[in-house]
């Protein structure tokens, strides 16, 4: 059966610090993993990894994975009160159906 | 770009009764899937249709919960009976194609009492 195990499950931190959240799976046939972001109720796509060592990066956020190992990590830098969210990553495997298996999240709480 | 609807976004039942959900896909979206989320788990893919047919049902208990596509393009949820363990948000999404970027609607909250 497909894993994917995030880490924290939460997080508490101050604004301006970094954070980085950690995701490991263990699948059959990996294609990809992504990151999303879920606040209130619609994740919302942040990044997609297909290759080790290529970090991607959007503003304060950045992501890399390491096929490896089985894992990747998603950075926040200058943290803002509105990061504060569920961080969710989910892989896809290569079949017919793509089928995305998620993670739990990791709930990451900004404070002024 | 309208984005993915839902709905009702709430919806608050006994348990033993019936319940239905709609999405409507973004327009062109081929693909189109059902999530359960309960409390602090992250989404679980309940059915994943490409256009009217259904590509993944593997984890849709089959005995109470159904899905249908009949156009290729809006879609319906239905759990009949419903159970205490139902209670989730249901989130459908949509994409292009499969394997393709995923956007989700902003959910229907159902609570089983």
């Known amino acids: 059966e497909d894993k994917v195990v995030q880490s924290p499950l939460s997080l508490v931190v101050h604004e301006g610090d970094t954070v980085t959240l950690n995701c490991s799976y263990e699948v059959t046939n990996f294609r990809s993993l992504l990151w999303y972001k879920q606040e209130k109720k619609a994740p919302t796509f942040l990044f997609m990894l297909?290759?080790?060592?290529i970090e991607k990066k959007s503003g304060r956020l950045s992501s890399i994975l390491d096929k490896k190992e089985l894992f990747s990590i998603l950075n926040i830098t200058a943290t803002q009160t509105g990061d504060s969210a569920v961080y969710l990553c989910?892989?896809?495997?290569?079949?017919?159906?793509?089928?995305?298996?998620f993670g739990d999240g990791t709930t990451l709480t900004v404070k002024p | 770009e309208a984005g993915v609807a839902q709905s009702p976004r709430y919806k608050i039942i006994e348990k033993r009764q019936s319940v239905a959900f709609w999405c409507n896909p973004i327009s062109g979206h081929a693909t189109l899937y059902w999530y359960q989320q309960i409390l602090g788990q992250g989404p679980k893919l309940l059915i994943q249709?490409?256009?009217?047919?259904?590509?993944?049902d593997s984890q849709l208990p089959k005995d109470r919960f159904s899905a249908e596509r009949l156009k290729g393009v809006d879609s319906t949820l239905k759990i009949q009976p419903a159970k205490l363990e139902d209670s989730a948000v249901y989130l459908c999404?949509?994409?292009?194609?499969?394997?393709?970027?995923?956007?989700f609607g902003p959910g229907t909250r159902l609570l089983v009492l």
């Open positions: 249709f490409q256009n009217n047919g259904v590509v993944d």
């Open positions: 989910a892989v896809e495997v290569n079949t017919n159906a793509g089928k995305s298996t």
């Open positions: 297909t290759s080790s060592g």
């Open positions: 999404a949509s994409s292009p194609g499969v394997l393709e970027t995923q956007y």
